[in-house]
């Protein structure tokens, strides 16, 4: 066996971190031992010997021999002083904690960097699929256009659920904590701050950007409803939580998690239940797809395995994308269009949108579709409000100019001759579709 000899202290032994355990257990032939094993609560049951356990995090953080700190806790506090203390005692540290590794990030590589220790994270984004070592490692020459996907297990699970065997979104949540994939605060997962951490985290890896993940815009899957659920079927759509990022014009990007309509032609419109599934788009390789497992004991230990795996050989992330000279930088400057559902049209500015596409105005849940500028959703009280149900629509970004064409064409179509760039567009020329 090659590679350096691993000994390994290991914070957690929840859902993942006896997962870690098992499969080590399982891989004889993988030069690892777990030294000691940290937790929080010492008189809960656990299935081994009770001598390997501690819960004095400095009987690891401490110990000369343990060359590895692998931290599997659902405490972001605590693991923020696991991770930099044991990188600034000079052990390499494989995480899977998303929030920590967005909120952090920068912190965490300088730290790496400043006592030559390896920090790897595969785990937090999509479990079992290596989207993070693609992207750094088969991508690096590549021009990234965009990566979008379903990031959250939990959510798709639900959304799956809802929407294929209807059943209610309470029951869809509990199926999906019983199983394992949900996050021990579940409102992480539903209000898509999850997803947002890791699209945060692969921004850096895709684009070179840091961005903290209080500026990504985000809506969850609360307000989506039967009424959603209903449109969406009659459309031939799916509604998946989708994260993403794409480049706009002048090296400019877009980032965001939104619910959106998915058509078939898309490769998410077949990523259901607990599955993730992530498209990367660059210049000359087009689009390609990652599918896997993307939470769940196994599937997520497997990747913190490959971590361990990586760091026989000292391996690295180098962060190369973050060394480039012309950076693309986060914009608010395009608009979305958008399906919005509502128990009453008082709850919605109508003003707020360019123009609009669709109304249902019946009686009981209503809905528009509509053109609106980012910042004008950003901006909007009504967009956060948990009874308003905000969906994108299949190719929901629009620039400047394609605004200004469609806006020629629907002026055109209503019979208006000149364009005045003054005119207030809503409702005025486009002609509406009352449904
Ligand atoms: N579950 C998944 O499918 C999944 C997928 C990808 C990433 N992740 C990430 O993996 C990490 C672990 O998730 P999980 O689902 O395994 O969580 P979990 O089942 O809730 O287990 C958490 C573990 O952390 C321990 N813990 C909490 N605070 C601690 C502290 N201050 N010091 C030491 N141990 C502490 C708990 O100890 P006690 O046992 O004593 O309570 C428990 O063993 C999280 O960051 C999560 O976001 C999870």
């Given at each position: 066996?090659?590679?350096?000899?691993?000994?390994i202290?290991l914070?957690?032994?929840g859902?993942?971190?006896?997962?870690?355990?098992q499969?080590?257990?399982?891989?004889?032939?993988?030069?690892?031992?777990i030294?000691?094993?940290c937790?929080?609560?010492?008189?809960?049951?656990r299935e081994?010997?009770e001598?390997?356990?501690?819960?004095?995090?400095?009987?690891?953080?401490?110990?000369p021999?343990?060359n590895?700190?692998v931290?599997?806790?659902?405490?972001?506090?605590?693991?923020?002083?696991?991770?930099t203390?044991?990188?600034?005692?000079g052990?390499?540290?494989?995480?899977?904690?998303?929030?920590?590794?967005?909120?952090?990030?920068?912190?965490?590589i300088?730290?790496q960097?400043?006592y030559?220790v390896?920090?790897?994270?595969?785990?937090?984004?999509?479990?079992s699929?290596?989207?993070i070592?693609n992207?750094?490692?088969?991508y690096d020459?590549?021009?990234?256009?965009g990566i979008?996907?379903i990031v959250?297990?939990s959510?798709n699970?639900?959304?799956?659920k809802m929407l294929?065997d209807s059943v209610s979104?309470?029951?869809a949540?509990?199926?999906?904590?019983?199983?394992?994939?949900?996050e021990?605060?579940?409102s992480?997962?539903v209000?898509?701050?999850?997803?947002?951490?890791?699209?945060?985290?692969l921004?850096?890896?895709?684009f070179g950007?840091?961005?903290?993940?209080?500026k990504?815009?985000?809506?969850?899957?609360?307000?989506?409803n039967?009424?959603?659920s209903?449109y969406?079927?009659?459309?031939n759509?799916?509604?998946?939580?989708i994260?993403?990022?794409g480049?706009?014009?002048?090296n400019?990007l877009?980032?965001?998690?939104?619910?959106?309509f998915?058509t078939?032609?898309?490769?998410?419109?077949n990523?259901?239940?607990?599955?993730?599934g992530?498209v990367?788009e660059?210049?000359?390789?087009?689009k390609q797809f990652?599918?896997?497992?993307?939470?769940?004991?196994?599937?997520?230990?497997?990747?913190v395995l490959?971590?361990?795996?990586?760091?026989?050989?000292?391996y690295?992330?180098e962060?190369r994308?973050?060394q480039?000279a012309?950076?693309?930088a986060?914009?608010?400057?395009f608009?979305?269009?958008?399906?919005v559902?509502?128990d009453?049209?008082?709850?919605v500015?109508?003003?707020d949108f360019?123009?609009?596409?669709?109304?249902n105005?019946r009686?009981?849940?209503?809905h528009?579709?509509g053109?609106?500028?980012f910042?004008?959703?950003?901006?909007?009280?009504?967009?956060?409000?948990?009874?308003?149900?905000v969906?994108?629509?299949?190719?929901?970004?629009?620039?400047?100019l394609?605004?200004?064409?469609?806006?020629q064409?629907?002026?055109?179509?209503?019979g208006?001759?000149?364009?005045?760039?003054?005119?207030k567009?809503?409702?005025?020329?486009?002609p509406?579709?009352?449904?």
């Amino acid at each position: 066996m090659s590679g350096r000899k691993l000994t390994i202290g290991l914070f957690g032994f929840g859902v993942v971190g006896e997962g870690i355990y098992q499969v080590l257990k399982q891989t004889r032939s993988f030069n690892a031992c777990i030294k000691k094993i940290c937790i929080k609560h010492a008189d809960k049951k656990r299935e081994i010997s009770e001598s390997i356990f501690t819960t004095d995090a400095d009987e690891i953080l401490s110990d000369p021999e343990i060359n590895v700190v692998v931290e599997l806790t659902n405490d972001p506090e605590a693991a923020y002083h696991i991770v930099t203390t044991a990188m600034k005692n000079g052990k390499s540290v494989v995480s899977a904690n998303k929030k920590l590794i967005a909120e952090h990030l920068p912190e965490l590589i300088f730290l790496q960097k400043k006592y030559e220790v390896s920090f790897l994270y595969e785990a937090a984004v999509c479990a079992s699929i290596p989207v993070i070592r693609n992207l750094e490692e088969y991508y690096d020459n590549d021009m990234m256009q965009g990566i979008c996907g379903i990031v959250n297990g939990s959510t798709n699970y639900i959304l799956t659920k809802m929407l294929d065997d209807s059943v209610s979104y309470y029951d869809a949540l509990q199926e999906a904590q019983l199983l394992g994939f949900a996050e021990t605060d579940p409102s992480l997962d539903v209000e898509g701050k999850d997803a947002v951490n890791k699209i945060s985290i692969l921004l850096t890896h895709a684009f070179g950007v840091m961005v903290h993940p209080d500026k990504i815009l985000c809506k969850g899957i609360t307000g989506i409803n039967h009424y959603d659920s209903v449109y969406a079927a009659q459309n031939n759509y799916k509604i998946k939580l989708i994260a993403q990022a794409g480049k706009l014009s002048g090296n400019k990007l877009a980032s965001f998690v939104l619910p959106q309509f998915v058509t078939p032609e898309s490769q998410l419109f077949n990523v259901n239940k607990e599955f993730n599934g992530v498209v990367i788009e660059s210049v000359f390789s087009d689009k390609q797809f990652l599918y896997g497992k993307g939470a769940g004991r196994f599937p997520t230990a497997s990747a913190v395995l490959s971590d361990l795996s990586a760091l026989r050989y000292n391996y690295k992330y180098e962060y190369r994308r973050s060394q480039s000279a012309e950076l693309p930088a986060l914009s608010e400057d395009f608009y979305f269009k958008v399906y919005v559902s509502f128990d009453s049209w008082k709850a919605v500015d109508i003003d707020d949108f360019e123009y609009l596409e669709e109304m249902n105005c019946r009686q009981g849940r209503q809905h528009l579709v509509g053109v609106i500028s980012f910042q004008k959703l950003q901006a909007a009280t009504w967009f956060k409000k948990p009874g308003i149900s905000v969906i994108l629509w299949p190719e929901a970004v629009l620039e400047n100019l394609e605004l200004r064409k469609l806006k020629q064409q629907s002026l055109d179509l209503a019979g208006v001759k000149k364009e005045d760039e003054t005119e207030k567009f809503i409702l005025t020329g486009h002609p509406v579709v009352f449904v």
